[in-house]
């Protein structure tokens, strides 16, 4: 792997990382869930593990991570929705 796609894999990985944390802070302290939930689905553009590899290559854990990570994405949204 070259520099720059090492540099591109970290950058993903940060920028994925960041957009998880301020998720949880505004689920956990500003209880704003609909911009929780938008946080969570900016954050699966910046895909954590290797971009090259199509996703039929991809091992099953991160299938399911990426997976699961849409679903609580969807979850906040809808809670977010539908709260009084």
Not at 19 to 27: C, D, H, M, Q, S
Not at 36 to 63: C, H, M, V, Y
């Amino acid at each position: 792997m070259n520099t720059a796609k090492k540099f591109v894999f970290g950058f993903n990985r940060v920028l994925y990382g960041c957009f998880v944390l301020i998720a949880i802070y505004y689920a956990a302290f500003n209880k704003d869930f609909i911009e929780a939930a938008s946080s969570l689905g900016i954050g699966l553009i910046f895909d954590p593990f290797n971009t090259e590899e199509s996703w039929t290559d991809r091992p099953r854990w991160q299938k399911v991570w990426l997976i699961v990570h849409l679903a609580v994405a969807a979850g906040l949204l809808g809670y977010g929705l539908t709260r009084p």
